[in-house]
């Protein structure tokens, strides 16, 4: 039973979905937004990254109803893949295992905020001039 994911196997993850990515799942996302915040206030290894999630999760909402298009689509689809990762019971390491079966969906986040970091310090700074 595998117990760690490299960062690599994160950005695969990652970049696997990314070429797939639709603005259908864009939706079911956006949809879904509970459900994955739930995940991350309930699941040890993902709660330090809650605030996180808040931003990626008000960044492609953001994106997905106009109010901000400064940001090349592949970001979206990273935040998106990343997220729906978090989402599915059945990954890397299957969720079922206590605390173990999150450590590769945190491993995802991580890497997913490494990816687009210069895109979500420039959503932060239009986010701050409050432009909705």
Do not use: H
């Amino acid at each position: 039973m595998k117990t760690k994911i490299s960062e690599q196997e994160a950005v695969n993850e990652i970049r696997k979905g990314m070429g797939k990515f639709s603005e259908n799942d864009l939706k079911k996302v956006i949809s879904k937004g509970e459900k994955i915040k739930s995940k991350f206030l309930k699941a040890m290894p993902l709660k330090r990254f809650l605030k996180d999630f808040l931003m990626l999760f008000a960044l492609i909402k953001d994106y997905f109803n106009g109010y901000y298009r400064e940001v090349p689509w592949w970001t979206i689809a990273s935040i998106g893949v990343a997220l729906l990762y978090v989402l599915s019971p059945i990954d890397l390491i299957p969720d079922f295992i206590p605390i173990v079966g999150y450590i590769d969906d945190a491993a995802v986040i991580g890497a997913c905020l490494k990816m687009v970091e210069k895109d979500i310090e420039r959503y932060k700074e239009w986010s701050k001039q409050d432009n909705k």
